[in-house]
Protein backbone atom coordinates (compact mmCIF):
# COMPACT_ATOMS: atom_id res chain seq x y z
CA UNK A 1 0.00 0.00 0.00
CA UNK A 2 1.33 3.82 -0.56
CA UNK A 3 2.59 5.77 2.53
CA UNK A 4 1.91 8.61 3.91
CA UNK A 5 4.71 10.57 5.17
CA UNK A 6 5.22 14.41 6.54
CA UNK A 7 1.43 14.88 6.17
CA UNK A 8 0.37 18.77 5.36
CA UNK A 9 -2.48 20.88 3.86
CA UNK A 10 -2.37 19.55 1.05
CA UNK A 11 -2.39 16.18 1.94
CA UNK A 12 -6.23 17.12 3.36
CA UNK A 13 -7.37 18.95 0.41
CA UNK A 14 -6.12 15.91 -1.57
CA UNK A 15 -8.26 13.55 0.35
CA UNK A 16 -11.00 15.52 0.44
CA UNK A 17 -11.02 15.76 -3.44
CA UNK A 18 -10.33 11.82 -3.73
CA UNK A 19 -13.31 11.43 -1.40
CA UNK A 20 -15.32 13.74 -3.76
CA UNK A 21 -14.73 11.13 -6.35
CA UNK A 22 -16.21 8.44 -4.69
CA UNK A 23 -18.87 10.28 -3.32
CA UNK A 24 -19.83 11.45 -6.85
CA UNK A 25 -19.61 7.68 -8.64
CA UNK A 26 -21.79 5.66 -6.37
CA UNK A 27 -24.95 5.73 -8.00
CA UNK A 28 -26.49 2.69 -9.10
CA UNK A 29 -27.90 3.25 -13.11
CA UNK A 30 -29.98 0.13 -12.36
CA UNK A 31 -32.18 2.13 -9.95
CA UNK A 32 -32.51 5.66 -11.41
CA UNK A 33 -29.58 6.75 -10.11
CA UNK A 34 -30.27 6.13 -6.20
CA UNK A 35 -26.95 6.12 -4.37
CA UNK A 36 -25.56 3.02 -3.21
CA UNK A 37 -25.37 2.34 0.48
CA UNK A 38 -22.93 -0.89 0.64
CA UNK A 39 -19.51 -1.32 -0.72
CA UNK A 40 -17.36 -4.52 -0.28
CA UNK A 41 -13.92 -5.49 -1.51
CA UNK A 42 -13.30 -8.44 -0.39
CA UNK A 43 -14.41 -11.44 -0.47
CA UNK A 44 -15.96 -10.19 -3.29
CA UNK A 45 -15.76 -6.71 -4.55
CA UNK A 46 -19.08 -5.01 -5.35
CA UNK A 47 -21.30 -2.20 -4.81
CA UNK A 48 -25.01 -2.83 -3.46
CA UNK A 49 -28.35 -1.81 -1.31
CA UNK A 50 -30.20 1.44 -2.08
CA UNK A 51 -30.63 3.84 1.34
CA UNK A 52 -32.30 7.08 -0.22
CA UNK A 53 -33.38 7.81 3.35
CA UNK A 54 -29.55 7.82 4.51
CA UNK A 55 -27.08 8.53 1.46
CA UNK A 56 -27.99 11.77 0.16
CA UNK A 57 -27.87 13.72 3.93
CA UNK A 58 -23.99 12.10 4.17
CA UNK A 59 -23.25 12.96 0.57
CA UNK A 60 -24.74 16.70 0.60
CA UNK A 61 -23.43 17.67 3.83
CA UNK A 62 -20.04 16.57 2.61
CA UNK A 63 -20.47 17.51 -1.09
CA UNK A 64 -21.40 20.94 -0.18
CA UNK A 65 -19.73 22.14 2.92
CA UNK A 66 -16.33 20.80 0.44
CA UNK A 67 -17.72 23.59 -1.96
CA UNK A 68 -18.23 26.17 1.19
CA UNK A 69 -14.69 25.97 2.59
CA UNK A 70 -12.06 24.79 -0.05
CA UNK A 71 -11.78 25.71 -3.51
CA UNK A 72 -12.27 21.85 -4.70
CA UNK A 73 -14.69 22.07 -8.04
CA UNK A 74 -17.77 19.33 -6.78
CA UNK A 75 -20.05 17.78 -9.48
CA UNK A 76 -23.51 19.25 -9.84
CA UNK A 77 -24.83 15.62 -11.26
CA UNK A 78 -23.76 14.12 -8.07
CA UNK A 79 -25.50 16.70 -6.16
CA UNK A 80 -28.55 16.80 -8.39
CA UNK A 81 -28.58 13.06 -8.26
CA UNK A 82 -28.66 13.33 -3.99
CA UNK A 83 -30.99 15.93 -4.14
CA UNK A 84 -33.61 13.87 -6.27
CA UNK A 85 -33.18 10.64 -4.05
CA UNK A 86 -33.43 12.94 -0.52
CA UNK A 87 -36.98 14.26 -1.83
CA UNK A 88 -37.93 10.93 -2.91
CA UNK A 89 -37.44 9.68 0.96
CA UNK A 90 -39.48 12.53 1.99
CA UNK A 91 -42.45 11.39 -0.52
CA UNK A 92 -44.25 9.12 1.91
CA UNK A 93 -47.12 9.46 3.74
CA UNK A 94 -45.33 11.39 6.69
CA UNK A 95 -42.53 13.76 6.27
CA UNK A 96 -39.85 11.36 6.83
CA UNK A 97 -36.72 10.08 5.51
CA UNK A 98 -37.81 6.98 4.25
CA UNK A 99 -37.15 4.07 1.91
CA UNK A 100 -38.86 2.15 -0.02
CA UNK A 101 -38.10 -1.52 1.30
CA UNK A 102 -35.09 -2.99 2.54
CA UNK A 103 -32.36 -4.08 -0.20
CA UNK A 104 -33.59 -2.45 -3.12
CA UNK A 105 -31.42 -3.37 -5.51
CA UNK A 106 -33.75 -2.78 -9.29
CA UNK A 107 -35.38 -0.07 -10.90
CA UNK A 108 -38.34 0.84 -8.04
CA UNK A 109 -41.31 3.16 -8.36
CA UNK A 110 -42.94 2.61 -5.04
CA UNK A 111 -43.45 5.57 -2.60
CA UNK A 112 -41.01 5.45 0.40
CA UNK A 113 -43.21 3.31 3.38
CA UNK A 114 -40.22 2.12 5.31
CA UNK A 115 -39.27 4.34 8.39
CA UNK A 116 -36.43 3.74 10.97
CA UNK A 117 -35.67 7.08 13.26
CA UNK A 118 -32.08 6.24 12.93
CA UNK A 119 -31.90 7.94 9.41
CA UNK A 120 -33.87 11.31 10.32
CA UNK A 121 -30.22 12.90 11.21
CA UNK A 122 -29.52 12.10 7.91
CA UNK A 123 -32.80 13.33 6.61
CA UNK A 124 -32.50 16.83 8.62
CA UNK A 125 -28.72 16.74 7.28
CA UNK A 126 -30.17 16.53 3.03
CA UNK A 127 -32.22 19.21 3.84
CA UNK A 128 -30.37 21.38 6.25
CA UNK A 129 -27.61 21.13 3.16
CA UNK A 130 -29.64 22.33 -0.18
CA UNK A 131 -31.36 25.02 2.26
CA UNK A 132 -28.05 26.53 3.49
CA UNK A 133 -25.98 26.14 0.10
CA UNK A 134 -28.49 26.14 -2.74
CA UNK A 135 -31.47 27.93 -0.75
CA UNK A 136 -34.09 25.25 -1.77
CA UNK A 137 -37.35 26.91 -0.55
CA UNK A 138 -38.93 22.65 -0.91
CA UNK A 139 -36.33 21.74 1.09
CA UNK A 140 -37.32 24.15 4.18
CA UNK A 141 -40.86 23.42 3.81
CA UNK A 142 -39.90 19.86 4.01
CA UNK A 143 -38.01 20.55 7.01
CA UNK A 144 -40.39 22.41 8.86
CA UNK A 145 -43.29 19.59 8.10
CA UNK A 146 -40.76 16.71 9.45
CA UNK A 147 -40.05 18.66 12.44
CA UNK A 148 -44.00 18.82 13.07
CA UNK A 149 -44.62 15.48 11.89
CA UNK A 150 -41.89 14.28 14.31
CA UNK A 151 -43.59 16.24 17.12
CA UNK A 152 -46.67 14.96 16.88
CA UNK A 153 -45.71 11.12 16.59
CA UNK A 154 -42.95 11.19 19.05
CA UNK A 155 -42.98 12.12 22.91
CA UNK A 156 -39.54 12.38 24.64
CA UNK A 157 -41.46 10.10 27.78
CA UNK A 158 -44.14 7.67 26.15
CA UNK A 159 -41.54 7.38 22.66
CA UNK A 160 -42.61 7.04 19.21
CA UNK A 161 -46.70 6.51 18.31
CA UNK A 162 -45.42 3.51 16.44
CA UNK A 163 -48.75 1.89 16.40
CA UNK A 164 -50.40 5.15 14.69
CA UNK A 165 -47.60 5.59 12.29
CA UNK A 166 -48.18 1.85 11.39
CA UNK A 167 -51.75 1.63 11.19
CA UNK A 168 -52.80 5.05 10.30
CA UNK A 169 -50.22 5.48 7.19
CA UNK A 170 -49.39 1.94 6.33
CA UNK A 171 -46.10 2.68 7.26
CA UNK A 172 -43.37 -0.52 8.35
CA UNK A 173 -41.56 0.77 11.33
CA UNK A 174 -38.06 -0.31 11.88
CA UNK A 175 -37.61 0.58 15.70
CA UNK A 176 -34.36 1.93 17.19
CA UNK A 177 -33.07 -0.19 20.01
CA UNK A 178 -32.17 2.84 22.48
CA UNK A 179 -32.78 6.73 22.54
CA UNK A 180 -29.20 7.48 21.36
CA UNK A 181 -29.60 5.29 18.14
CA UNK A 182 -32.87 6.87 16.78
CA UNK A 183 -34.24 10.33 17.20
CA UNK A 184 -31.11 11.97 19.41
CA UNK A 185 -28.57 11.69 16.51
CA UNK A 186 -30.68 14.80 15.03
CA UNK A 187 -29.07 17.11 16.99
CA UNK A 188 -26.56 18.39 15.25
CA UNK A 189 -28.60 19.22 11.98
CA UNK A 190 -31.15 20.49 13.63
CA UNK A 191 -28.28 22.83 15.13
CA UNK A 192 -27.12 23.62 11.64
CA UNK A 193 -30.56 23.98 10.13
CA UNK A 194 -31.23 26.89 13.20
CA UNK A 195 -28.27 28.70 12.13
CA UNK A 196 -29.42 28.65 8.53
CA UNK A 197 -32.58 29.91 9.04
CA UNK A 198 -33.32 30.90 12.53
CA UNK A 199 -36.20 28.27 12.87
CA UNK A 200 -37.51 28.19 16.47
CA UNK A 201 -38.94 24.63 15.90
CA UNK A 202 -35.65 22.99 14.81
CA UNK A 203 -34.18 24.37 18.35
CA UNK A 204 -36.88 23.78 20.30
CA UNK A 205 -36.73 20.14 19.24
CA UNK A 206 -33.25 20.08 19.64
CA UNK A 207 -33.23 21.61 23.20
CA UNK A 208 -35.81 18.40 24.00
CA UNK A 209 -33.71 15.95 22.97
CA UNK A 210 -31.00 17.41 24.89
CA UNK A 211 -32.72 17.17 28.00
CA UNK A 212 -33.62 13.65 27.92
CA UNK A 213 -30.05 12.54 26.91
CA UNK A 214 -28.87 14.57 30.18
CA UNK A 215 -31.28 13.05 32.19
CA UNK A 216 -31.56 9.25 30.74
CA UNK A 217 -27.59 9.35 28.91
CA UNK A 218 -24.95 11.53 29.37
CA UNK A 219 -24.46 11.91 33.40
CA UNK A 220 -21.78 14.40 34.90
CA UNK A 221 -19.11 11.42 35.10
CA UNK A 222 -19.23 10.96 31.90
CA UNK A 223 -19.41 7.05 31.97
CA UNK A 224 -20.40 4.87 29.39
CA UNK A 225 -22.47 1.28 29.66
CA UNK A 226 -24.53 -0.44 26.71
CA UNK A 227 -27.81 0.09 27.84
CA UNK A 228 -27.95 3.60 27.64
CA UNK A 229 -25.99 4.33 25.22
CA UNK A 230 -26.50 0.96 22.90
CA UNK A 231 -23.80 -0.53 21.09
CA UNK A 232 -23.63 1.20 17.63
CA UNK A 233 -20.19 3.51 18.18
CA UNK A 234 -21.40 6.01 15.69
CA UNK A 235 -24.35 6.83 17.02
CA UNK A 236 -22.61 7.50 20.45
CA UNK A 237 -19.92 9.54 18.84
CA UNK A 238 -22.21 11.74 16.59
CA UNK A 239 -24.95 12.68 19.26
CA UNK A 240 -21.40 13.96 21.43
CA UNK A 241 -20.76 15.69 18.60
CA UNK A 242 -24.25 16.79 18.19
CA UNK A 243 -24.39 17.94 21.89
CA UNK A 244 -21.01 20.14 21.25
CA UNK A 245 -22.53 21.76 18.30
CA UNK A 246 -25.68 22.74 20.67
CA UNK A 247 -23.56 23.67 23.31
CA UNK A 248 -21.31 25.98 21.46
CA UNK A 249 -24.24 27.53 19.76
CA UNK A 250 -26.52 27.89 22.94
CA UNK A 251 -23.64 28.99 25.23
CA UNK A 252 -24.31 26.34 27.52
CA UNK A 253 -21.59 25.16 29.88
CA UNK A 254 -23.41 22.82 32.07
CA UNK A 255 -23.63 20.56 28.36
CA UNK A 256 -20.27 21.35 27.32
CA UNK A 257 -18.81 20.23 30.55
CA UNK A 258 -20.98 16.97 29.94
CA UNK A 259 -19.29 16.66 26.58
CA UNK A 260 -16.03 16.95 27.73
CA UNK A 261 -17.00 14.56 30.80
CA UNK A 262 -17.97 11.54 28.32
CA UNK A 263 -15.06 12.75 26.01
CA UNK A 264 -12.49 12.26 28.92
CA UNK A 265 -14.21 9.11 30.10
CA UNK A 266 -16.85 7.19 28.58
CA UNK A 267 -15.54 7.18 25.15
CA UNK A 268 -12.02 5.43 25.95
CA UNK A 269 -14.29 2.46 25.85
CA UNK A 270 -15.01 3.06 21.93
CA UNK A 271 -11.40 4.62 20.99
CA UNK A 272 -7.68 4.43 20.62
CA UNK A 273 -4.90 6.87 21.47
CA UNK A 274 -4.93 7.87 17.76
CA UNK A 275 -8.68 8.05 17.27
CA UNK A 276 -9.72 5.17 16.09
CA UNK A 277 -13.08 4.17 16.68
CA UNK A 278 -14.63 0.57 17.23
CA UNK A 279 -17.83 -0.18 14.85
CA UNK A 280 -19.70 -1.96 17.88
CA UNK A 281 -19.40 -1.90 21.61
CA UNK A 282 -20.87 -5.31 21.86
CA UNK A 283 -18.63 -8.46 23.01
CA UNK A 284 -18.98 -10.53 19.93
CA UNK A 285 -17.77 -7.94 16.95
CA UNK A 286 -14.08 -7.89 15.83
CA UNK A 287 -11.91 -6.50 17.85
CA UNK A 288 -9.95 -4.24 15.24
CA UNK A 289 -12.92 -3.37 12.91
CA UNK A 290 -13.43 0.89 13.53
CA UNK A 291 -15.32 3.28 11.74
CA UNK A 292 -14.15 6.17 9.87
CA UNK A 293 -17.03 8.75 10.50
CA UNK A 294 -16.65 7.99 14.69
CA UNK A 295 -13.39 9.02 14.47
CA UNK A 296 -14.80 12.11 12.30
CA UNK A 297 -17.07 12.94 14.90
CA UNK A 298 -14.15 12.79 17.64
CA UNK A 299 -12.31 15.00 15.49
CA UNK A 300 -15.19 17.42 15.50
CA UNK A 301 -15.95 17.75 19.12
CA UNK A 302 -12.32 17.91 19.92
CA UNK A 303 -12.37 20.94 17.48
CA UNK A 304 -14.97 22.34 19.58
CA UNK A 305 -13.64 21.98 22.96
CA UNK A 306 -10.49 22.95 21.61
CA UNK A 307 -12.29 26.84 20.72
CA UNK A 308 -14.42 26.65 23.90
CA UNK A 309 -10.88 27.02 25.59
CA UNK A 310 -9.50 23.73 26.30
CA UNK A 311 -6.85 23.91 23.61
CA UNK A 312 -5.26 20.32 24.18
CA UNK A 313 -7.91 19.11 22.68
CA UNK A 314 -6.99 20.46 19.39
CA UNK A 315 -3.70 18.17 19.53
CA UNK A 316 -6.30 15.41 19.69
CA UNK A 317 -7.92 16.30 16.83
CA UNK A 318 -4.14 16.80 14.80
CA UNK A 319 -3.16 13.43 16.12
CA UNK A 320 -6.07 11.84 14.78
CA UNK A 321 -6.09 13.33 11.77
CA UNK A 322 -2.18 12.77 10.89
CA UNK A 323 -2.19 9.06 12.70
CA UNK A 324 -5.29 7.19 11.17
CA UNK A 325 -8.21 9.49 9.68
CA UNK A 326 -5.49 10.19 6.73
CA UNK A 327 -3.22 7.16 6.08
CA UNK A 328 -6.63 4.86 6.25
CA UNK A 329 -8.20 6.25 2.90
CA UNK A 330 -8.81 4.10 -0.08
CA UNK A 331 -6.16 5.41 -2.19
CA UNK A 332 -4.70 2.25 -3.88
CA UNK A 333 -6.68 0.15 -5.68
CA UNK A 334 -4.74 -2.11 -7.82
CA UNK A 335 -5.55 -5.12 -5.55
CA UNK A 336 -9.27 -4.68 -6.04
CA UNK A 337 -10.61 -6.88 -8.81
CA UNK A 338 -14.28 -6.94 -10.27
CA UNK A 339 -16.24 -9.79 -9.89
CA UNK A 340 -17.96 -12.29 -12.71
CA UNK A 341 -20.66 -9.93 -13.95
CA UNK A 342 -22.55 -12.29 -16.59
CA UNK A 343 -26.15 -9.78 -15.61
CA UNK A 344 -23.88 -6.60 -16.01
CA UNK A 345 -25.26 -5.76 -13.00
CA UNK A 346 -24.12 -1.85 -12.13
CA UNK A 347 -22.88 -2.68 -8.83
CA UNK A 348 -20.26 -4.57 -9.84
CA UNK A 349 -18.60 -2.62 -12.93
CA UNK A 350 -15.26 -0.60 -12.03
CA UNK A 351 -15.48 -1.29 -8.35
CA UNK A 352 -12.75 0.33 -7.70
CA UNK A 353 -12.13 3.51 -9.51
CA UNK A 354 -15.41 4.28 -8.08
CA UNK A 355 -14.59 3.80 -4.46
CA UNK A 356 -11.11 5.47 -4.60
CA UNK A 357 -10.87 8.00 -2.40
CA UNK A 358 -13.28 6.69 0.46
CA UNK A 359 -13.20 5.72 3.86
CA UNK A 360 -14.68 2.47 5.94
CA UNK A 361 -13.75 0.03 8.59
CA UNK A 362 -10.51 -0.53 9.21
CA UNK A 363 -7.65 -1.44 11.93
CA UNK A 364 -5.48 1.39 13.12
CA UNK A 365 -2.71 -0.47 11.39
CA UNK A 366 -4.43 -1.28 7.96
CA UNK A 367 -7.85 -1.71 5.79
CA UNK A 368 -7.96 -5.30 7.25
CA UNK A 369 -8.71 -5.67 10.83
CA UNK A 370 -7.62 -9.51 11.71
CA UNK A 371 -9.94 -12.06 11.77
CA UNK A 372 -11.98 -10.46 9.22
CA UNK A 373 -13.95 -12.17 6.68
CA UNK A 374 -14.45 -8.88 4.91
CA UNK A 375 -13.70 -5.52 4.30
CA UNK A 376 -16.00 -2.93 4.05
CA UNK A 377 -16.07 0.80 2.18
CA UNK A 378 -19.19 1.66 3.14
CA UNK A 379 -20.37 4.86 1.15
CA UNK A 380 -22.46 6.92 4.08
CA UNK A 381 -19.05 6.57 5.98
CA UNK A 382 -17.54 8.91 3.26
CA UNK A 383 -19.73 11.65 3.73
CA UNK A 384 -19.36 11.81 7.19
CA UNK A 385 -15.55 11.96 7.29
CA UNK A 386 -15.66 14.56 4.37
CA UNK A 387 -17.52 16.64 6.06
CA UNK A 388 -15.37 15.97 9.78
CA UNK A 389 -12.07 17.44 7.56
CA UNK A 390 -13.68 20.63 6.41
CA UNK A 391 -14.72 21.11 9.96
CA UNK A 392 -10.67 20.60 10.45
CA UNK A 393 -9.76 22.31 7.69
CA UNK A 394 -11.74 25.53 8.89
CA UNK A 395 -9.90 24.78 12.03
CA UNK A 396 -6.97 25.82 10.91
CA UNK A 397 -6.42 28.95 12.20
CA UNK A 398 -8.89 31.26 14.49
CA UNK A 399 -9.02 35.33 14.59
CA UNK A 400 -10.44 35.90 18.38
CA UNK A 401 -9.85 39.48 20.21
CA UNK A 402 -7.77 40.80 17.78
CA UNK A 403 -5.11 37.84 17.77
CA UNK A 404 -4.49 34.82 15.23
CA UNK A 405 -4.29 31.43 16.71
CA UNK A 406 -2.86 28.69 14.82
CA UNK A 407 -4.51 26.07 16.19
CA UNK A 408 -3.38 23.03 13.63
CA UNK A 409 -0.16 22.45 13.03
CA UNK A 410 -0.40 22.05 9.30
CA UNK A 411 1.46 24.48 6.52
CA UNK A 412 -0.87 27.10 5.67
CA UNK A 413 -1.31 30.55 3.78
CA UNK A 414 -4.25 32.57 4.34
CA UNK A 415 -4.41 36.51 4.50
CA UNK A 416 -3.14 36.98 8.12
CA UNK A 417 -0.05 34.44 7.95
CA UNK A 418 1.49 32.29 6.34
CA UNK A 419 2.63 29.18 8.18
CA UNK A 420 5.11 25.92 7.21
CA UNK A 421 4.65 23.00 9.29
CA UNK A 422 7.40 21.45 11.78
CA UNK A 423 6.55 18.52 9.55
CA UNK A 424 9.60 17.45 8.59
CA UNK A 425 11.45 20.09 9.43
CA UNK A 426 11.32 20.19 13.27
CA UNK A 427 10.90 24.05 12.82
CA UNK A 428 7.61 26.06 11.96
CA UNK A 429 8.49 29.23 10.06
CA UNK A 430 5.73 31.68 10.76
CA UNK A 431 5.35 34.70 8.34
CA UNK A 432 2.83 37.23 9.72
CA UNK A 433 1.15 39.47 7.02
CA UNK A 434 -0.13 42.17 9.83
CA UNK A 435 1.10 43.53 13.12
CA UNK A 436 -2.08 41.65 14.69
CA UNK A 437 -0.97 39.49 17.55
CA UNK A 438 0.13 36.03 16.86
CA UNK A 439 -0.10 32.59 18.82
CA UNK A 440 0.59 29.30 17.68
CA UNK A 441 -0.42 26.15 19.81
CA UNK A 442 2.36 23.96 21.13
CA UNK A 443 1.83 20.30 21.32
CA UNK A 444 2.01 18.87 24.69
CA UNK A 445 4.95 16.32 23.34
CA UNK A 446 7.21 19.18 23.34
CA UNK A 447 9.65 19.88 25.62
CA UNK A 448 9.80 23.80 26.24
CA UNK A 449 13.29 23.58 27.52
CA UNK A 450 14.25 22.44 23.58
CA UNK A 451 12.30 25.27 21.99
CA UNK A 452 14.09 27.68 20.61
CA UNK A 453 12.72 30.50 19.15
CA UNK A 454 14.34 32.98 16.34
CA UNK A 455 13.12 36.20 14.96
CA UNK A 456 10.78 38.25 17.47
CA UNK A 457 11.75 41.74 18.94
CA UNK A 458 10.33 40.99 22.31
CA UNK A 459 9.76 37.58 24.22
CA UNK A 460 6.71 35.34 23.69
CA UNK A 461 4.10 34.79 26.52
CA UNK A 462 3.68 31.28 26.95
CA UNK A 463 -0.05 30.60 28.08
CA UNK A 464 -2.51 28.14 28.01
CA UNK A 465 -0.60 25.99 25.42
CA UNK A 466 0.01 28.50 23.24
CA UNK A 467 3.53 31.02 22.70
CA UNK A 468 1.74 34.21 22.07
CA UNK A 469 3.76 37.00 20.23
CA UNK A 470 1.38 40.53 21.85
CA UNK A 471 3.61 42.48 18.89
CA UNK A 472 4.98 41.26 16.08
CA UNK A 473 6.13 42.76 12.49
CA UNK A 474 4.61 42.62 9.29
CA UNK A 475 6.76 40.68 6.76
CA UNK A 476 9.54 39.72 9.38
CA UNK A 477 9.61 36.15 10.10
CA UNK A 478 9.79 34.02 12.88
CA UNK A 479 11.35 30.65 13.81
CA UNK A 480 10.41 28.48 16.06
CA UNK A 481 12.58 25.09 16.65
CA UNK A 482 10.40 22.33 18.30
CA UNK A 483 12.15 18.86 18.11
CA UNK A 484 10.03 16.20 17.15
CA UNK A 485 9.29 13.89 20.23
CA UNK A 486 10.01 9.89 19.63
CA UNK A 487 7.94 7.94 22.10
CA UNK A 488 6.11 4.06 21.40
CA UNK A 489 2.54 4.05 22.94
CA UNK A 490 0.56 0.62 23.20
CA UNK A 491 -3.06 0.61 21.75
CA UNK A 492 -4.92 -1.34 24.34
CA UNK A 493 -7.69 -3.41 21.82
CA UNK A 494 -10.14 -6.11 23.36
CA UNK A 495 -8.01 -8.65 22.69
CA UNK A 496 -4.75 -7.56 21.65
CA UNK A 497 -2.12 -4.60 22.44
CA UNK A 498 -0.98 -2.73 19.23
CA UNK A 499 2.51 -1.04 19.30
CA UNK A 500 3.08 2.13 17.63
CA UNK A 501 6.25 4.77 17.33
CA UNK A 502 5.38 7.57 16.95
CA UNK A 503 7.64 10.62 15.70
CA UNK A 504 5.62 14.24 16.98
CA UNK A 505 2.08 13.25 16.05
CA UNK A 506 2.58 10.90 13.20
CA UNK A 507 3.34 7.30 12.81
CA UNK A 508 7.18 6.32 12.25
CA UNK A 509 5.91 2.50 12.40
CA UNK A 510 3.38 0.10 13.88
CA UNK A 511 2.53 -3.47 14.64
CA UNK A 512 0.64 -5.45 11.98
CA UNK A 513 0.76 -8.89 12.88
CA UNK A 514 1.27 -9.98 9.42
CA UNK A 515 -1.97 -8.24 7.94
CA UNK A 516 -2.34 -7.21 4.47
CA UNK A 517 -3.35 -3.66 3.27
CA UNK A 518 -1.26 -1.94 5.87
CA UNK A 519 -0.66 1.98 6.78
CA UNK A 520 2.63 1.84 8.08
CA UNK A 521 6.24 0.34 8.17
CA UNK A 522 5.67 -3.00 10.32
CA UNK A 523 7.50 -2.87 13.96
CA UNK A 524 8.98 -6.61 13.80
Not at 175 to 203: C, Q, W
Not at 370 to 376: A, D, G, W
Request: negative net charge; proline residues 6%.
Amino acid sequence: MAKLNDINTKDILSAISMACNAMSNCFNVDDENIPYFRAIIKPSAFLGISLESHMPGRHLNALLNVEDSTDISISEEAVGNHTKAAFLSYSGALAFPMDRGPFITSTQTKIPNVFNPHHIREGFHALYSLIKYRGSEQAEDLAEKSIKDITNHWNPITDWDYEKIENKYSIKCEKSKVFVSGLARAIGPLVKYYKATSSVNALALALVLKEKLLEEVFDKHGSFDTERFGTHAHSITCVMSSLAQLAELTKDSTLMNRVKAFYDNGLWTMRDELGWSIENCGEGPNPDEGEMNNTGDIVETALILGDWGYTEYYGDAERIIRCHILPSQLRDISFIKDPANPNKSDGKINVGPRLQGAWGFPAPFGHEPLENKRIRFNLDVVGGTVASLCEAYRSLYSLKENTISINLLFDQDNKYVKVSSPYPSSEIEVLPKSSMPLSIRIPKWANRNNIKISGPDIEPIWTNGYCMFPSVIEGKPITISTPLRVQTLDLKHKTRNIEVKLKGDEVLAMQNFGADLTFFEPID
